[in-house]
């Protein structure tokens, strides 16, 4: 019985996959609470620190509806730079959108849209519906791309006083 049982019975384990082979949807939040369950919080935040950023999560905050790409990266700018105000040194990390994901599949499965593809984002393009552009993952992609580029433009190294930016 013990040889029996260290083989697994599926090519995927049940935690990360159903019975017919599709990726296994989690709750991130979940994880999250098991992670800071046992840690204390801090009274004060020694110095030097860094600040780590979820850029997808200040690109859903974002109102892009009517707005040019180059304004938005600099809106986006500005938010950083601000959850960031007390840091020297600040990361942006943005989602990576693999094929194939857990997300993708379930849209699959509704039936849902993704919207149009934007190849060619330029700081002049205007976005008519930013909601509807988000939902395609090759969009979202594109416009982290975009914003790493951009943000390396002479014209924002005036808003990085003393300040360091790692995007990722």
Same mark, same amino acid.
């Given at each position: 019985?013990?040889?029996?049982?260290?083989?697994?019975?599926?090519? @995927?384990?049940?935690?990360?996959?159903?019975?017919?082979?599709?990726? !296994?949807?989690?709750?991130? $939040?979940? =994880?999250?609470?098991? #992670?800071?369950?046992?840690?204390?919080?801090a009274d004060s935040?020694?110095?030097?620190?860094?600040?780590?950023?979820?850029?997808?999560? @200040?690109?859903?905050?974002?109102?892009?509806?009517?707005?040019?790409? !180059?304004?938005?990266?600099? $809106?986006? =700018?500005?938010?950083? #730079?601000?959850?960031?105000?007390?840091?020297?040194?600040?990361?942006?990390?943005?989602?990576?959108?693999?094929?194939?994901?857990i997300k993708n599949?379930?849209?699959?499965?509704?039936?849902?849209?993704?919207?149009?593809?934007?190849?060619?984002?330029?700081?002049?393009?205007?976005?008519?519906?930013?909601?509807?552009?988000?939902?395609?993952?090759?969009?979202?992609?594109?416009?982290?791309?975009?914003?790493?580029?951009?943000?390396?433009?002479?014209?924002?190294?005036?808003?990085?006083?003393n300040k360091v930016?790692?995007?990722?």
């Amino acid at each position: 019985m013990k040889d029996v049982l260290c083989h697994p019975l599926e090519p @995927l384990p049940w935690s990360l996959a159903t019975a017919d082979g599709s990726l !296994g949807k989690s709750n991130k $939040s979940t =994880l999250a609470k098991e #992670l800071q369950k046992n840690v204390p919080a801090a009274d004060s935040i020694p110095q030097p620190s860094a600040c780590i950023v979820d850029g997808m999560a @200040l690109v859903q905050r974002v109102k892009g509806n009517h707005k040019k790409f !180059g304004d938005i990266a600099e $809106s986006l =700018l500005d938010m950083v #730079l601000h959850e960031g105000a007390t840091f020297n040194r600040i990361g942006v990390v943005f989602d990576v959108y693999r094929e194939p994901s857990i997300k993708n599949i379930e849209r699959e499965l509704r039936g849902s849209d993704y919207g149009n593809e934007s190849r060619n984002i330029q700081p002049d393009h205007k976005v008519q519906q930013w909601r509807k552009f988000l939902l395609n993952p090759k969009n979202k992609k594109a416009f982290t791309e975009y914003v790493t580029r951009e943000w390396k433009q002479d014209k924002y190294k005036g808003k990085l006083v003393n300040k360091v930016l790692f995007v990722a």
